[in-house]
């Protein structure tokens, strides 16, 4: 009886020993595919930490702007204000007291992400929050206003070509 218990433990640690052999790992996420789940997990938490919170199946373009708007606080891009006396160069020799922002290709390449991972989770394209018109005109309209202030990249006067 004792080898048969001796056995069967034996067998029973062959068995899951042999699962993790034969159970092929999950291939590592692409640098893409780890960005957007990191993304979308930063906007679920955006969501839930609204008062109040914010279901996923309520949410609208409205709260992707509010998003967007959210994110520009961790920004690196110098947006200067019409009243700055650097307002328009691109380099100016001193520092000012004008905002940090997102800049305008990382907003968008946000939103292309969020946009995938909206309907990779079941969400519909017709009702995805991140296609909406509101969206595109929002970063249209940051993109336009930066190359205005000479500030979108590639617009600098000494830019290397």
């Not at 702007?65 to 020799?93: A, E, M, N, S």
């Not at 907003?107 to 909206?118: E, K, M, P, Q, V």
Request: a positive charge; proline letters at 8%.
């Amino acid at each position: 009886m004792s080898d048969g218990v001796a056995k069967d433990s034996a067998e029973g640690s062959s068995r899951s020993s042999g699962n993790h052999q034969q159970q092929p790992q999950p291939a590592p996420l692409s640098r893409y595919e780890s960005q957007k789940r990191r993304d979308w997990n930063t906007f679920g938490q955006y969501l839930k930490n609204q008062r109040p919170p914010v279901p996923l199946s309520q949410c609208n373009c409205n709260h992707v702007l509010d998003f967007l708007r959210y994110l520009d606080q961790f920004g690196k891009t110098k947006v200067h204000l019409h009243g700055c006396v650097f307002f328009g160069q691109p380099d100016p020799p001193a520092p000012c007291t004008c905002p940090l922002r997102q800049a305008w290709g990382s907003l968008d390449a946000l939103i292309g992400r969020l946009r995938a991972a909206y309907e990779e989770h079941g969400g519909s394209p017709e009702t995805n929050p991140f296609g909406n018109g509101a969206i595109r005109v929002y970063l249209r309209e940051d993109d336009k206003a930066k190359a205005e202030r000479g500030e979108r990249k590639g617009t600098e006067k000494g830019k290397k070509g």
